[in-house]
Structure formats: structure tokens, C-alpha cells
């Protein structure tokens, strides 16, 4: 039931509706109907459709160090410039994972320019032979 009026919140907003005053009109129903027990898991399950929204729309530059993140960036913008993802969109991240170079990953789109894939290229390559 929850889901049921985050995601009908949520279309509602989407549709242009002021966030403040969709919010107060779903408080005044649960409140008419003695359900506002239900406002925390409401508010549970809109943060998680947001989540999921953001989760669709961003792209995430994953780097290795901080001191990393600009050559990285400038690197992603030769991606970036034949589609439609700004590089104002990109986030920065550090990834512990990463030994050294980046990663680029959201919207259908994955660029791994990180040492560890080229390492795992050449060993590959070495294999074969």
C-alpha cells in the first residue's frame, strides 16, 4: 500500500505538480482516512524510487585518486561529445578498487580505461599465444 501512494506522489510531481503542496494533499487523505501510520513507509519508499531515478540519469566518472579525477574527466569528454550526456552530469568518484586510470558507467554506457582492465588485456593476450 505504501508503494502504491509513493509511486502515485511521485507521477504526481513528475507531472508538475508543487512537490510541498502534493505532500500536504497526501497528508490530509491518510489523515481523513486515520492511515497516517503509513507517512514513514511512504516516505521509505519514495526515497527509493528517487534513488532509482538518479541511479537512471547519472553518470559516474570512477577514478582511483582524488589528484586523478581531472585527466580522467578531460579523457570522458572525447566520449561524452558525440552523445547527449553533458559533462556538467558526470559525478567523480573514488573507487578503491581501482589501481589506477577510471571508469565511466551510467545511462547504457561503460568505458573502462582503468589499469586493472588493461593488465587483465595483455595477460589475456599473453594467454593466447
Known amino acids: ?15 508538475g505538480a508543487n512537490p510541498r503542496g502534493a505532500v500536504k494533499t497526501l497528508c490530509q487523505a491518510l489523515g481523513a482516512r486515520g492511515r497516517l501510520g503509513l507517512l514513514p513507509k511512504i516516505a ?21 585518486r582524488y589528484a586523478d ?18 559533462t556538467d552530469d558526470v559525478k567523480i568518484n573514488i573507487d578503491e578498487n581501482l589501481i589506477g ?10 568505458h573502462d580505461a582503468s589499469y586493472k582492465r588493461q593488465l587483465l588485456d595483455i595477460y589475456e593476450r599473453v594467454l593466447e599465444k
Open 69 to 86: 579525477g581531472k585527466r580522467a574527466l578531460k579523457e570522458a569528454r572525447e566520449l561524452l561529445k558525440d552523445s547527449t550526456i553533458k
Open 1 to 15: 500500500m505504501d508503494k502504491a501512494y509513493a509511486q502515485a506522489l511521485w507521477r504526481i510531481i513528475e507531472d
Open 101 to 110: 586510470g577510471w571508469r565511466l558507467e551510467g545511462r547504457e554506457l561503460l
Open 44 to 64: 521509505r519508499a519514495f526515497s527509493l524510487l528517487a534513488a532509482r531515478a538518479e541511479a537512471k540519469n547519472v553518470v559516474v566518472l570512477k577514478v582511483a
